[in-house]
C-alpha cells in the first residue's frame, strides 16, 4: 500500500508538472531540440547548443584580442634588464637581418645580463637617456655604450658586445692591424647600403616617414591609445 501510494504521488506530480509546462529535469534550454520548431529557429536541430557554441567563438575572440604582443613584452622585459650591465646595444627592431644577430646575443646574454639592447626603431627611444645618439646618428653604423659612458662604434662595438657573452674570440682578431682597418671597412660598405639590401627604403624616406607619424600622434590620440 505504502508503495502503491508512492507511485501515485510520482504520476501526480508529472501531471502538475506537465500542466506547468515545466520539467521536474531542469535541463538548460539550449540543450534541448524539437522537431516542432521551426528551420529560422535558434533551437532548430541543424544548429544543436547555438548559445554554447557562439559562446565558445567569444571567448576564443577576447582570448586573441587580449593576448600578449610579443613586441611590447620583449621591449617591456628590455626596460626590466638588470641594472648591473657592462655594454649598451643600440639596435635596429627593423632591420631582419641584424635581428637575427640581436637575438641570437640576447639569448646568450640570459645566462650573463651583461648587455643591455635598446631598440632605436622604438617610438619610445630617448637620444637623452643615450649619450645624446639621435635616431638618425645611430642608423648609420652599429653603436654600443659602455656602462662608463663611453660610445663604440663599428666593428669595435661587436666585438665589445660579443665579449660581454664570453663570445670574444670570434672577434678577437679584429683587435690588430691590419685586420682592423679591414674589417671596419667591409662593415662601412654593409652599414652603408644595409637598408637597400633588406629591401628597406632610404634612410631619407624612412626618416620622413618617422617624422610624419611623430605629428601625427602629437595632433591626435591614436599612438597613445
Not at 510520482?10 to 516542432?36: D, Y
Not at 626590466?80 to 646575443?105: A, F, T
Not at 632610404?202 to 591609445?225: G, I, T, Y
Request: net charge positive; with cysteine.
Amino acid at each position: 500500500m505504502k508503495t502503491r501510494s508512492s507511485l501515485m504521488a510520482f504520476r501526480g506530480a508529472i501531471a502538475v508538472g506537465r500542466q506547468a509546462n515545466t520539467s521536474l529535469f531542469l535541463v538548460p534550454r539550449f540543450f534541448r531540440t524539437t522537431n516542432n520548431v521551426s528551420a529560422s529557429s535558434p533551437f532548430h536541430r541543424s544548429t544543436p547548443f547555438p548559445h554554447y557554441r557562439s559562446g565558445v567563438r567569444f571567448s576564443i575572440r577576447a582570448i586573441n584580442s587580449t593576448a600578449v604582443d610579443p613586441v611590447m613584452t620583449q621591449r617591456q622585459n628590455e626596460e626590466k634588464s638588470p641594472e648591473n650591465w657592462k655594454i649598451k646595444m643600440l639596435y635596429d627592431g627593423e632591420c631582419p637581418l641584424c635581428m637575427r644577430e640581436v637575438n641570437m646575443l640576447r639569448e646568450r646574454n640570459k645566462s650573463y645580463g651583461t648587455i643591455k639592447f635598446v631598440d632605436i626603431s622604438s617610438d619610445e627611444y630617448s637620444p637623452e637617456d643615450h649619450q645624446g645618439l639621435d635616431y638618425e646618428t645611430v642608423m648609420g653604423r652599429i653603436h654600443a655604450i659602455l656602462s662608463d659612458g663611453t660610445v663604440v662604434t663599428d666593428i669595435e662595438a661587436f666585438r665589445r658586445l660579443y665579449e660581454a657573452v664570453d663570445l670574444g674570440w670570434v672577434y678577437a682578431i679584429t683587435k690588430y692591424e691590419p685586420i682592423a682597418s679591414i674589417a671596419d671597412a667591409i662593415y662601412g660598405v654593409w652599414a652603408k647600403y644595409r637598408l637597400q639590401i633588406t629591401g628597406r627604403p632610404p634612410l631619407e624616406e624612412v626618416l620622413e616617414a618617422r617624422r610624419k607619424k611623430k605629428e601625427v600622434c602629437e595632433d591626435s590620440k591614436v599612438c597613445k591609445m
